[in-house]
């Protein structure tokens, strides 16, 4: 085998070829250390901005427990004196109020307990933001049958037609869940009052392999589907205080309690023709 004429020119070539494969290893390895160092730097301004708005929260939520204390005594407590005097005034001044005079007090104590009511619902959904979660499997066929139990004083000398599907286990905190059935379920009960036979079905359908979705179906007087946004809305209402009570903060307090289970709820009506809420929860 014939050698190579000149060994000293392809060893140079070779010297060559690897020195520019070890600059760019090199360049590589600096490429990969410049991004580590970019990495930690953002890992460390994360953890600063995590810190940062944690604080602020707690900030916020010390804020709100200040205020729902100063709702719950500073402002009901003259608000229940004005009611009780005002009752007060109705027993003992009666006889020498006119019809008119009458009915003008009357108002005022209306409104004095509808304010207390408003008061009230609004300390709760406050308490649906601050309550601290405890996650677990809950059982929501067990679940639902409690808050039947919960909402009986709702359903006396009421003929309704119940439609129940077998309800799954899944995760979440069993008490707010529960809250989301009673607030679901109430406003169920409430707006077929005037329906013979009332119809109400609660059931389930799958949506995908990690998440269910829950319906409660009624057959009620509905909504104009136009104006669905305000639904969740704090104090909106689709049907006026002289038709149906409530204080129009139950259905803002189910979303809150969904969107914090990681799940989301909408709903579907047709004015005359009842409406169905669906809300989704993530398996066990």
């Not at 392809?10 to 090199?26: D, F, I, M, T, Y």
């Not at 439609?163 to 069993?174: C, I, N, Q, Y």
Request: contains cysteine; negative net charge.
């Amino acid at each position: 085998m014939a050698g190579d004429p000149n060994p000293e020119r392809h060893s140079v070539a070779l010297v060559r070829k690897l020195e520019a494969r070890n600059n760019e290893l090199q360049e590589s390895l600096a490429s990969l250390q410049a991004a580590h160092e970019r990495m930690v730097q953002l890992n460390r301004l994360l953890e600063t901005q995590v810190e940062q708005r944690t604080a602020t929260l707690a900030a916020v939520n010390k804020e709100l427990e200040t205020f729902s204390f100063t709702v719950a005594h500073d402002l009901r407590a003259p608000l229940r004196r004005i009611t009780g005097f005002a009752q007060l005034l109705e027993e003992t001044a009666s006889s020498v109020l006119d019809g008119e005079n009458r009915k003008f007090l009357r108002h005022i104590i209306d409104g004095a307990v509808q304010m207390d009511r408003l008061i009230e619902a609004l300390l709760e959904f406050s308490r649906t933001a601050r309550t601290e979660m405890c996650f677990g499997e809950v059982d929501l066929e067990a679940l639902l049958d409690e808050t039947l139990v919960i909402l009986r004083s709702d359903l006396l000398d009421r003929q309704i037609d119940w439609r129940r599907s077998a309800l799954p286990k899944v995760r979440g905190d069993k008490a707010l869940l529960r809250q989301v059935f009673v607030n679901l379920l109430s406003n169920a009960i409430k707006y077929t009052r005037m329906r013979e036979p009332a119809s109400i079905e609660v059931g389930t359908r799958q949506e995908g392999e990690h998440e269910i979705v829950v319906f409660v179906r009624d057959n009620g007087v509905g909504f104009d589907m136009r104006y669905a946004e305000r639904l969740f809305g704090v104090f909106q209402r689709m049907h006026g205080t002289d038709e149906f009570e409530g204080a129009g903060i139950g259905l803002a307090g189910a979303q809150r309690i969904v969107t914090r289970h990681g799940g989301s709820i909408w709903a579907d009506a047709e004015v005359g023709h009842g409406a169905t809420f669906f809300f989704s929860l993530p398996r066990t």
